[in-house]
């Protein structure tokens, strides 16, 4: 029963990665560009190329990158290397390979989303859970209210405010940068404070705009849930307000919160990409963001397939999560 | 019977006032309501809906929540007045002095933790601190005086049907063994059989812990066959309470009388007969008797007059003025 229920997730999960990576390998390829022959035509323009030396060395890099071959056998091929997890070399920063692009962006990426993330979930769910709770202390709900007021500024606005202000005028935090310049990424004490040190910035421009959001949809599910008749007979059953508080309400707000947390968790890349390109910080968004600049399909491939595998083992993660949240879940 | 009416009450409600302040204005939802009730003793309170019996419960547990409030009254358990208690007194009263059995008992539990976990935190919020084992062992106990099988405090709610979980809320009711009992409409989702079930339940534990039970609802039949005195209320007001045997043969108040000639029987089959008119709305109530627009036996005293509540032979109550020469 449950291993076919494993099973059953797991091909779903197979079926989400090969949707994803077969899009994936037709969208650049509709754009007619040749990321060999425009990277050539860029030296070329420095001169010291005959054109037909041009032609002979794209067609042999063309053969080198398999770009030669008939578009369903570079499919083949590309199913073919997911399934052995080789993305193959980047075209753009040869002779590393897609794998060692992606390893080196991701603890940046993942430290700065996962971190933001989940403390905006815990600020946002705290404050919203507490502006809804009659007995909550006014200076709760004053502090609720600007969190929503700043839910309408963009990421990227923010990041501009706060690295002018903070920044630019106050020059508290750097500027810029996952590392000070002369501060080498050795894995010390030392560089990691540093590197937390140019978190700061970036983190709050993603923290301040998504907090309102949880407040806003914990304060409407709070409200819900306090008309329940559950919470109303633990009042009646005299118990204490933190007991109510901690397992009649704030429990039954958990499932429906965790599930916009997942999706939170998978569409928080975008705003990574921004925020990476305002601050220099050299993580997945970065490294997207050149790929797509200069046709770079492997990277492309790469990034959009570990984007979509992770927030798809996500996802699934997630359903085995539900029913430890959720009793009712359990027999189903 | 007669020792009962000797006893001094176990339950005194007197001129227990509820208002609600709404913005179309100020609806008084329970005036001047005074009525007593003695140990083992079981109350049905009856009425049109929105005529104040579960604001009246609610206002009993203190359970009234804004834009409501209580205006005035005392309500004595056991010569306690609950409406003198601080907020944590009364916390703790809750359950321990007086009990609640919810309406909609289909939702009452918490759904997503154990039915084990929902009696122990009520033990556990009284201040009790025994072991775990002799905390379990006295909520399986209580499981097991309403008919249920030890095993339900290791399940969740959805594992149980209608009328199990209306019994686990009565478990939870009977478990610090209060004086007084409030069933507000145990029954009202169940079929008949599992009504007559949990009704002889709430009979059997409230013998067990010679609590004074009030059952209210609007089902008369029920009541009939489980209750010993009535109560009757109209807009809010007590018009009469009346053993049920005096109040199905000789009803005081008009409005009882209607509500008793409401009542289909196998005589004449197929007719009913309702009370003409509708409940007057609690923004705008009638000037004098609020019953007067709807009563077949009005006097002209009515409309200017409130009635007061009068205590007539064998300790039966009426808010009319068709007794006023009695006394």
């Known amino acids: 029963m449950i291993l076919r229920l494993i099973f059953r997730r797991v091909l779903f999960l197979f079926v989400v990665i090969w949707c994803a990576s077969s899009i994936v390998f037709i969208i650049p390829r509709l754009s007619k560009t040749n990321a060999i022959r425009e990277r050539f035509a860029e030296l070329s323009r420095t001169g010291g190329f005959s054109p037909d030396d041009l032609e002979k060395i794209i067609a042999s890099y063309s053969k080198q990158f398999g770009l030669d071959a008939p578009l369903w056998q570079q499919y083949q091929d590309y199913l073919g290397n997911i399934l052995h997890m080789d993305f193959g070399y980047s075209l753009n920063r040869y002779p590393m390979t897609v794998t060692q692009v992606i390893v080196t962006a991701i603890p940046s990426t993942l430290g700065l989303l996962l971190v933001t993330t989940v403390l905006s979930f815990l600020i946002g769910n705290f404050l919203g859970a507490l502006s809804a709770w009659p007995k909550a202390p006014n200076w709760v709900r004053a502090m609720a209210t600007p969190f929503v007021l700043l839910t309408g500024v963009p990421p990227i606005i923010m990041g501009v405010l706060l690295l002018f202000f903070i920044g630019f005028r106050l020059q508290l935090l750097p500027l810029g940068g996952a590392h000070t310049i002369g501060i080498v990424p050795d894995g010390s004490l030392s560089s990691y404070l540093d590197l937390l040190l140019h978190l700061i910035l970036p983190s709050l421009a993603l923290i301040l705009g998504s907090v309102g959001g949880w407040v806003l949809s914990m304060r409407g599910m709070g409200i819900t849930i306090q008309g329940e008749d559950y919470v109303n007979f633990a009042e009646h059953k005299g118990l204490t307000g933190k007991v109510i508080f901690r397992d009649y309400y704030l429990r039954n707000t958990l499932l429906p919160q965790a599930t916009a947390l997942a999706l939170a968790l998978g569409t928080v890349v975008t705003s990574a990409i921004v925020i990476e390109g305002l601050f220099g910080l050299p993580g997945i968004g970065q490294a997207l963001n050149s790929a797509i600049r200069s046709n770079d399909f492997p990277v492309i491939y790469g990034i959009v397939l570990f984007i979509t595998a992770a927030v798809a083992t996500l996802m699934v993660a997630m359903e085995f999560v539900y029913p430890l949240l959720d009793p009712r879940i359990r027999n189903q | ?327």
Request: neutral net charge; aromatic residues 4%; contains cysteine.
């Open chain 2, 1 to 327: 019977m007669a020792d009962a009416l000797h006893k001094s009450p176990i339950l005194t409600v007197s001129n227990l006032e509820v208002t609600y302040y709404t913005d179309a204005g100020r609806a008084k939802a329970l005036d001047d309501v005074s009525f007593t009730l003695n140990a083992g003793e079981k109350l049905g309170m009856v009425g049109e809906s929105g005529s104040g019996k579960s604001t009246l419960a609610l206002a009993m547990m203190r359970m009234i929540k804004p834009p409501g409030r209580i205006e005035a009254g005392h309500v004595f358990v056991g010569g306690t007045d609950l409406m003198a208690l601080s907020d944590e007194d009364m916390r703790q009263a809750r359950l321990s002095k007086i009990a609640y059995i919810p309406q909609g008992a289909m939702n009452s539990l918490n759904p997503v933790i154990r039915i084990g976990a929902q009696l122990v935190d009520a033990l556990r919020s009284h201040g009790i601190r025994d072991s775990r084992a002799q905390i379990e062992e006295r909520c399986i106990n209580a499981l097991k005086s309403v008919d249920l099988d030890p095993a339900v405090f290791r399940m969740y709610p959805h594992e149980l049907s209608g009328g199990m979980k209306q019994r686990v809320c009565i478990a939870i009711g009977i478990l610090l063994q209060p004086q007084v009992i409030i069933a507000d409409e145990p029954t009202s989702a169940l079929d008949v059989v599992t009504q007559r079930q949990v009704m002889e339940t709430i009979d059997r534990v409230k013998n067990q812990i010679n609590a004074a039970v009030i059952l209210i609802g609007h089902d008369m039949g029920l009541m009939a066959q489980f209750v010993d005195r009535v109560a009757v209320m109209y807009s809010g007001r007590l018009v009469e309470v009346s053993t049920v045997r005096e109040m199905f043969t000789n009803p005081l108040h008009p409005y009882t009388a209607a509500l008793i000639s409401s009542l289909p029987n196998l005589q004449n089959k197929g007719v009913f007969q309702g009370i003409p008119g509708l409940a007057p709305s609690l923004l705008r109530l009638p000037s004098g008797c609020a019953f007067h627009p709807r009563c077949t036996k009005m006097m002209e005293v009515c409309q200017s007059t409130r009635p007061l509540t009068r205590t007539l032979e064998s300790n039966r109550l009426v808010t009319c003025h068709l007794y006023d020469a009695v006394v």
